[in-house]
């Protein structure tokens, strides 16, 4: 496991070098006289590598990659942040830098966690166990997704005494929700994430086209799965052998399975069906229902999907912590607000600005962010962290129906019973993706590549424009950066 990278400010200065806890990565890189682990940091090449690796599952790229509609809110988000520019401020001494912040009153080494991505297990063999050690070993906190394709206590167990969150995919059953939520902190995980932008559906061609849908087959719901309230209900108990899937993927051996009557299949046919109708099931919550969740968790609770300085506001009184300013990475409704416009208008709410001063309040981002620069852009305009994202599914269709009586159910037939099952439900898709890439590719030490590659990058980025610290240009984006049309 890679360690934290060390304080390089005393060590020998050389060409290409830069003081600092993570700018120290690129002297690395550049003293191996190799290729980056990833074969580049350039996220572009990372993504054709990715499609390299992925080529036999083609489906499994798209379910990366796929957005809502025509993609317009997917380009809004990149183009918005071409429309502020740094200005760098020169002769200052910044030769020594901290990029180290505080999030509910826990220290973290960078202003960035990884982002739920459900349903990793179809990216790399190690699937979230990889990423919670990366994420773990360089004390960056990590979101699991309740999509995940390990259940929390592999992945606690895998992140050690690293700083976790987890994502809930909300059960209609409010029993199965005090289940999982005291499981979670049980595991350690301090703050609980809610994503209010899925309550039904985007279109979405790539995942329409190719009807690839790993959780018919219960790849992506081990957190239901290892679940003691929801597999009771099921008449089973918990089996360990759930928690471990097949790699690669293959969705045509599963039907072929299916079809010929295979127990094991069917009875994960079964389940996923049986969970479908629990979490993501078509319900709109409102912000009655977030009470229930505010009354039973005691740690930090967060609202992703927040774009609207009305909701952002509603957020404080209803007693949420935080909020996650995002549009799901583009892939909900085609032609919304971008994440950094959002952004803007949030944190200009005199009632928004006045909790975070208060330190009761956190605002969070995510959507669009792909290096360094994206990042100084985003907390100058008032963040206080951003959220390295990328795919997080699950199946919403399967819930709004109930299950088929018979578990002889082939996955061509399935639509006959779950009308609307090539529907995927995605979360979070910051930072180009390539956090997911990035996995597919290294699996544990290409998600540390990544996180050093983006933090250097911004370590640098920051330096170069002649601040110190994430205080000197923390929503400060009129003095630190100008708008142009």
Known sequence: MSAVPADASDQPKSYGSAPG????????????RRPPPLGSVDPDKIEAAAREKLKDSPGTFGFVFGIAGAGE?????????????????????????SIETTLFGVNLPAPLLLAPIGCQAILHQDGEIATARAAGGLDIPIVLSGAASR??????????SGQRWFQLYWPVNDNLTLSILHRAKQNGFSALVVTVDTMAIGWRPYDIDSAFLPFVHSVGI??????????????????????????????????????????KTK?????????????????????????????????????????SVEDAEDAIDNGVDGIVVSNHGGRQVDGSISTLLALERITASPKVKAAQASGKFAVLFDSGIRSGADIFRAIALGAQAVLRECLSSYIDSVSRVPAPASTRVHLRTLPRYFPSLT???????????????????????????HIKSILADFELTLGLAGYRSIAEIQGKAGEVMIKVD
Do not use: C
């Open 21 to 32: 806890r993570w700018s120290g990565y690129m002297r690395e890189l550049f003293a191996s």
């Open 151 to 160: 259940s929390l206590e592999a992945v606690a167990k895998a992140n050690g």
């Open 73 to 97: 809110t997917y380009r809004n988000n990149r183009n918005a942040f071409a429309k502020w520019q740094i200005v760098p401020r020169m002769l200052r001494d910044v030769t020594h830098r």
């Open 423 to 449: 529907d995927a439900l995605r979360i979070l898709s910051a930072v180009g993706r390539t956090y997911a890439y990035a996995l597919a590719v290294g699996g544990q030490t290409g998600v540390e590549a």
């Open 222 to 263: 081990q957190v239901a799965l290892s679940d003691p309230a929801f597999m009771k209900s099921q008449g089973l108990d918990v089996d360990p052998s759930d928690d471990v899937t097949e790699f690669p993927y293959d969705p045509a051996r599963f039907d072929e399975l299916y079809a010929k009557g295979d127990e």
């Open 267 to 307: 009875r994960a046919v079964q389940l996923s069906a049986a969970w479908g109708q629990q979490a993501v099931n078509g319900v709109f919550r409102t912000w009655e229902h977030v009470k229930f969740l505010r009354k039973n968790w005691e740690g930090p609770l967060v609202i992703k999907g927040i774009v």
